[in-house]
């Protein structure tokens, strides 16, 4: 298989860990024999540095013209500490998102037995769990008109959808329902949202087409304490842009770590594969990022994009079997975890080489 | 002391659990010497169905006239179901909260040491935990104007904040944070709403006022995530409608379950005590919902309205003891709970007046 990938390293930490889900690729098409080339583009707090825009033109061709493409990580707290920055580094991973039409962001929570340790949640309530989000990605209070009047003292941002939003990511999460185990959470705040009403409405109407699939509407704020309380219950969870931001940070904590959760933001046409983790600009250049979510994110890649599925397993087995020798970055390490067990960036990312197998 | 207290039950085991509120606040009385004379109203669900509207002008009356309002659950499936109902519960209780201007919900996460084992959180992750939620009431999307086009394709919620709103709930959480441990996180979404970056502008203004407390800022994914990972990191947490609704939610779960959970509203003038749970339809009439967080939030409405804060620690003190001596309603109870420890809400109640002592 010919593919052409292109590597958006972005912010801080995005630098280090997309070198080895990079490095991954490279394996996997060795052993494979397959033939993916790579070229590399820069956004963010990276791109404003260079050239004032978080989204250059020359990003957004080379994304356009690539088969997939492998994202590191966004964001600098120097325009965090400053409302008033006009240029952000955010504003460019939104831009490719809307660009590309990347509606659908699916976030698996994947769950190795053998971090059941290293969550803060006991390990009873975490064992069995198997989530797997679609979080729209195209719509929202993210997209929606700002505004700021001229004394500042007022602003706002409107939350929106459009019917066809709402279907066409349904549709999506429904299909997936479907391979797994059947049952499908909307998450909304229907009782208070306008937008939400509309969400629930299309929702209860795509759920006719699946009259396989058990469907359960669930407000968002009880949904944050029930993902806590008992994650099992879950299967497939489909939600809007900004609700689905927060519950999959939250759910990150169900998978030890932020470090280890990969993503795929699909739709029309080039997809987009990126850790959920964020910049970490604290340990960028430290050789300290846990790489496996980038690498976690070029198997999504493999097996969404490419429908390389033996592939795409081989690369988890290669993570599992490294978390099963022992081997830790700091995030996921604990109190009993041997320090000549935790290792660096690059070592941790030559150790998964290591145990990857055709 | 004379004091006129306004009931108002609400919906589902809203009725049940006020009931032990209000013994509650009857003992007090009795035993401190003070007049606490009691009227009752209607809200929500019940209110639709006796007079059509959710919130009756004479229940608006009653409360305006009363010095403090203890109030109990509010909601109902059959319109959680029907994204189209025109009039909803939930209207009453979002109506009262800008009508009373109670544009402050206090939410403390307080935590018992007997219910560590009552949360899907390790323990050690929770014990120490001390964390006083201000969130935000009577503004952001839930009160901005609501949007539907006439063919059903299209829904929106204007998202906004005025500074005057973010100014005076800053003062309030920094004054609390000055009584505490002196840290204050302002949780927002300032990468990418323009609401959020006013709230985080007026934030720092207001955080000049008050050098000796340490201002922290986190975007909402992060928080939702760190309250679950390390809830002990948080001292005082100041956050807008949204975020707080769904952020203290999810928090219920350190404290071992929403029926534990007691919360205060206040602003302009009388104020408003609830429980942060629903009304939970599902138990409601069983004599199976925890009346603790009606019987805390009596004693928030002892200890913030009336400043009787000896009379608030002995009903304090009196759900200690209980939970002390092993007795638990079924939410709070493990595998390991004798079976003739678990009461129900009526059994619950008067072992808590069994251990009021003045
Ligand atoms: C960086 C930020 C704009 C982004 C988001 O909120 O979508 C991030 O949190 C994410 O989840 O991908
Ligand atoms: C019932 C609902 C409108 C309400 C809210 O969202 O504010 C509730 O969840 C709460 O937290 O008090």
Redesign the interface.
Known sequence: MKKNILIIPGDGIGQEVTTWGKQVLETVAQQYGHEFSFDEAIMGHTAIEATGNPLPDETLEKAKASDAILFGAI?HAK???D??AKV?P?QGL?KIRKELGLYANLRPILLFDELLDAS???PE?LRGTDILFFRELTGD??F?E???NED?????????????EVERIARKAYDAARTRNKRLCSVD???????S??W??VV?EIAKEYPDVETE?M????A??Q????PKKFDVVLTAN?FG??????A??IAGS?GMLASASIGDGTGFFEPIH?SAHDIAGQNKANPLASILSAALMLDIAFGLQAEAKAVTHAVAETLKAGWRTGDIANAETAADKILGTNEMGAKVLSFFKK
């Not at 931001?245 to 939250?250: K, M, P, Q, V, Y």
């Open positions: 964001g325009y965090d500490n409302p008033s952000r955010e939104l803060s949640l006991k309530v209070v993210y929606g700002k505004s700021r500042n003292t007022f602003a706002s941002d409107l939350m929106n959808y459009h019917r066809y705040k229907a009782n208070v949202l306008e937008t009403r509309l629930r409405e209860q509407h407000f968002i704020d009880n944050a304490m993902l806590v309380k008992n900004l931001d927060i519950l999959t940070d939250e990150s904590q932020m964020g």
